[in-house]
């Protein structure tokens, strides 16, 4: 019989009988799973029945215009069902079904197995009543029977159908979706089904599938990326066209995670630069239970304390508070308040090191995330004990002043005789004023800052330089000048403009600037505050050491970023090339558990030597990993040893030319006339990544060179394929971990060997460079010093 005559299309139906009565269910999904919880493709109503019972899977007969469908017991994770399956009265784990089989579902729930060919019996099942079904199917006709392939076939179909299900697209946790070129979708994994549970009846309407259509008609393109936002979840959704197929294939990974942990890096970030971008202060970080999480080195240093002896302390516990109970409970209370989203601030005193005692401008500022709930506290102090001072000697020498004046006025009323005395008296209260004049004027020249007097015109009025230090101005030269004479004018602008302001507002400016002088690049920070009518005076402080550091913390940040995005790169490839050696291995040692005793010692050496295989294959990208770990930790390490390289090239070429049937490699190597100095095992690892990436690919076969010369002092060797090529914009990165150019399509590989190249030309204290061009091919040249 000629099985490649076509026939009409024979249709699939399963007649259920549970607690919502007797129905018809047509088989159309390639697979679906049965059981009570409503996430299953055909949900079954009986307590008997598991929540995942079975599996259907559609299987194909080879060279028939037919299928047949395999009954699972159990879920995609291989877990059993409670209750079992029987088919005609047989218990079973897997049964291909054959039209009229009757099938037991846990106790209570029956259904039978039909096909037909007839699509007027189509449009019956799909309408009528439950109680005309059985009569009806009763009659109905095995289209199966005039289609029974010879035995030998049935055997290949069966044993096609087992390494198929090792693969099979269902035992990926990831939602994996099929729709033909009008969008209709033709096949569902469970993922999708779990994860979407509304897409098969929305279709195109659906946020998951609005667009991919459209995508594809207006591209050239076969293979695209996406994100899709639906509600509260992010998914990462790879589209590809099968044109051999005309369907469109859609991958989709769930990044939710991924993304709130980037947002959370960028709040972190913005935590950090509330800490450190604070100045003239004590500042740090606590949680909305005052357990202190940073704190900037000013307050350390007054405290005489490093970081590591306080972090996850409460605050109240550090010995900056630790003077008296009162300030503690004091403190705790302000946290309770802030915590509850009150700003809080009051004047107290702390103890620092050697128990000195400053008095702190101290407060507590909460930090609202986006649902408005405290996540963390910023405390400031600014160190206010020397202006306290100044204001207690004013207020001494005041109120000194005014009682002596009230106690001369009234004896000089008393009697002109004690004039004299009264003047005498007056000039000692002089004498004291003038004493906390120079106090103050003491307190004032202690300061670590420049100050400066301006007109409101930009006039330098005066000035007075910080101690130890030096101006990066001329001394008095300046003074009488227009900033605009001093500065460069990128300075001299922002300052006018905080002058402006400055007087304007009566409210203090601050702005930073860059100035660069005896050959130094210096940062500074200006603070501008009103001195006297149409006058401002600026305070102006070295900050450069304070933002060298922040730019360290940047840069650390920067490095941990990219080393997030190295272990996804890493998880993301393990994950994927560990997957296909895995099922390998399973559906191997399953088959092998199940029907070895049936199997003839070939059969059995087939399977063994996948498993051999994979295991190796996994070895392998080990390996890689370790190697390429190596390198980046500086432990890889470089032994040259006197070699014949011609005589390598030639024996490295022969070896992977016995690895493929369908290139050529084609030798063009100089004799070596001078022995040469190189890491033999360094070389195997740049040349057979090399060579083996010219040939994988190529797919489609053909000539690769391998060449070799000797100029001056270096080897020159150049491999040339002929194949995929590399897309101009992704040259620049093929030598980084994990980067596989987006042209590859379904070639497997880890994106470790280029890296691996790299570092290996590197240890030589060679050179490794590409061109390249897509569909024509790349030329790899490694430049090699000869260490003679």
Excluded at 402 to 422: D, F, I, M
Excluded at 503 to 521: C, I, P, T, V
Excluded at 606 to 624: A, R, W
Excluded at 677 to 683: I, V
Aim: hydrophobic share 40%.
């Amino acid at each position: 019989m000629d099985f490649s005559t076509s026939s009409p299309k024979i249709q699939h139906f399963l007649v259920i009988e549970d607690e919502l009565g007797k129905r018809t269910v047509p088989l159309i999904d390639s697979t679906c799973s049965l059981g009570r919880d409503p996430s299953n493709s055909i949900v079954i109503k009986s307590p008997s029945v598991s929540r995942q019972h079975a599996l259907l899977m559609r299987v194909t007969k080879p060279d028939i215009d037919s299928h047949l469908f395999r009954l699972i017991d159990g879920n995609l994770q291989g877990k059993r069902s409670m209750n079992g399956l029987t088919v005609n009265g047989q218990k079973c784990t897997t049964h291909d079904l054959n039209h009229g089989d009757e099938v037991m579902f846990g106790q209570e729930v029956r259904a039978r197995y039909y096909m037909t060919n007839n699509i007027a019996d189509v449009h019956f099942l799909e309408s009528c009543e439950s109680d005309e079904v059985t009569g009806f199917l009763s009659n109905l006709h095995n289209p199966m029977q005039s289609q029974t392939p010879p035995s030998e076939v049935l055997a290949h179909s069966n044993e096609a159908a087992i390494v198929r299900l090792a693969s099979f697209p269902e035992l990926f946790t990831n939602p994996i979706i099929e729709s033909n070129l009008n969008g209709k979708i033709t096949y569902l994994n469970p993922a999708a089904v779990a994860q979407f549970p509304q897409l098969r009846e929305m279709q195109t309407d659906h946020p998951i599938m609005a667009g991919v259509t459209t995508l594809i008609g207006q591209e050239d393109e076969k293979n695209f990326a996406r994100e899709v936002e639906i509600g509260s979840q992010i998914f990462e959704q790879s589209v590809h066209y099968i044109a051999e197929s005309d369907l469109i294939r859609t991958y989709i990974v769930d990044i939710t995670k991924r993304k709130r942990m980037e947002a959370a890096l960028k709040d972190s970030e913005r935590r950090f630069k509330a800490i450190f971008n604070q100045t003239f202060q004590f500042s740090g970080l606590l949680n909305p239970d005052g357990i202190l999480l940073e704190a900037n080195q000013t307050a350390l240093e007054f405290g005489g304390l490093h970081l590591d002896d306080v972090i996850n302390t409460p605050l109240w516990e550090t010995r900056w508070w630790s003077k008296s109970a009162e300030t503690q409970s004091r403190l705790k209370n302000a946290v309770i308040e802030a915590a509850w989203g009150k700003f809080v601030r009051y004047e107290v005193d702390i103890l620092g090191a050697e128990d000195k005692v400053a008095t702190i401008d101290f407060s507590l500022k909460p930090v609202h995330d986006e649902v408005d709930n405290v996540v963390l506290l910023i405390f400031e102090g600014r160190d206010i004990s020397d202006h306290k001072q100044v204001e207690s000697d004013l207020q001494r020498a005041h109120s000194e002043l005014e009682q002596r004046v009230q106690q001369r006025t009234v004896e000089l009323k008393q009697s002109n005789e004690h004039l004299r005395s009264e003047i005498v008296e007056r000039q000692r209260a002089e004498a004291a004023l003038q004493s906390s004049v120079a106090t103050n004027r003491a307190l004032i020249n202690a300061m670590p800052d420049w100050m400066f007097r301006f007109s409101a015109d930009g006039i330098f009025v005066n000035y007075k330089d910080a101690p130890n230090t030096k101006l990066p101005l001329p001394s008095e030269a300046f003074l009488g000048k227009s900033l605009y004479d001093v500065f460069p004018k990128a300075t001299a602008q922002p300052f006018m403009e905080c002058i402006e302001k400055t007087l304007d507002r009566h409210e203090m400016q601050l702005f930073e600037y860059q100035f660069d002088a005896e050959g130094n690049s210096f940062v500074f920070e200006a603070r501008f505050a009103v001195s006297a009518e149409n006058e401002v005076m600026a305070v102006i402080r070295d900050i450069t050491e304070r933002k060298r550091a922040e730019d360290d913390i940047r840069n650390a940040l920067n490095k941990e970023r990219e080393l997030n995005e190295l272990k996804s790169r890493f998880v993301a490839m393990t994950s994927h090339e560990f997957r296909t050696p895995l099922a390998t291995i399973l559906s191997s040692a399953e088959l092998l558990e199940h029907y070895g005793h049936k199997w003839d010692e070939t059969r059995k050496l087939k399977h063994l030597s996948q498993i051999q295989q994979s295991v190796d294959h996994m070895t392998g990208l080990l390996n890689d990993v370790l190697l390429l770990g190596k390198a980046e930790s500086g432990n890889l390490a470089f032994n040259p040893v006197p070699m014949q390289l011609t005589e390598f090239c030639t024996g490295l070429a022969e070896e992977l030319q016995i690895t493929t049937q369908t290139h050529e490699i084609v030798c063009r190597l100089q004799e070596q006339l001078t022995e040469v100095q190189m890491d033999e095992k360094l070389l195997r690892h740049i040349f057979t990544n090399l060579l083996s990436n010219a040939i994988k690919y190529s797919p489609q076969g053909g000539i690769i060179n391998f060449d070799l010369v000797f100029e001056s002092d270096e080897a020159i060797l150049k491999v040339q394929d002929h194949g995929l090529g590399i897309p101009p914009s992704e040259c620049s990165h093929v030598f980084n971990s994990f980067n596989r150019a987006t042209n590859v399509g379904n070639i497997s590989g880890t994106g470790l060997g280029l890296a691996i190249v790299k570092r290996s030309v590197d240890l030589h204290g060679g050179e490794i460079t590409l061109t390249s061009q897509e569909t024509v091919g790349t030329i790899f040249t490694v430049r090699l010093p000869i260490y003679k």
